[in-house]
């Protein structure tokens, strides 16, 4: 399975960003999806994860709650993650990850088996 985040970029505070996450390879619906984030000097932490199949259930990090919301779209093998009211704090690189056997809201990086190259955000004060 491979994974390709795209749709980082430079944005000011408050503003709005789209992540996509492009997957080619297995079968994409089984997997629970997830992103997760690494800003510099610091350990890779958890953001967000969706449900395997129907997406009905998704886990946010506190940090995120209510701004973040993330979805997929398993006939286009897509999981995206839209972002809201941004702050420079969540300026980093953004990874998204696929856990194959299907297990919702682990929030450890070791837990998943397949991840995106990373994709760079920037939030400008």
């Known amino acids: 399975v491979q994974l390709q985040a795209s749709g980082g970029g430079l944005v000011q505070a408050g503003g709005s960003l789209r992540l996509s996450c492009a997957a080619s390879?297995?079968?994409?619906?089984?997997?629970?999806m997830a992103w997760f984030r690494q800003a510099p000097g610091k350990e890779r932490e958890f953001v967000t994860a969706?449900?395997?199949?129907?997406?009905?259930?998704?886990y946010y990090a506190d940090s995120v709650k209510g701004r973040f919301t993330i979805s997929r779209d398993n006939a286009k093998n897509m999981v995206y993650l839209q972002m809201a009211s941004l702050k420079p704090e969540d300026t980093a690189v953004y990874y998204c990850?696929?856990?194959?056997?299907?297990?919702?809201?682990?929030?450890?990086?070791?837990?998943?088996?397949?991840w995106g190259q990373g994709t760079q955000v920037t939030v400008s004060s």
């Open positions: 990850a696929a856990d194959r056997r299907g297990s919702f809201a682990n929030t450890r990086s070791d837990e998943y088996d397949y």
């Open positions: 390879g297995g079968t994409f619906s089984m997997y629970a």
């Open positions: 969706i449900s395997s199949w129907t997406g009905s259930r998704t």
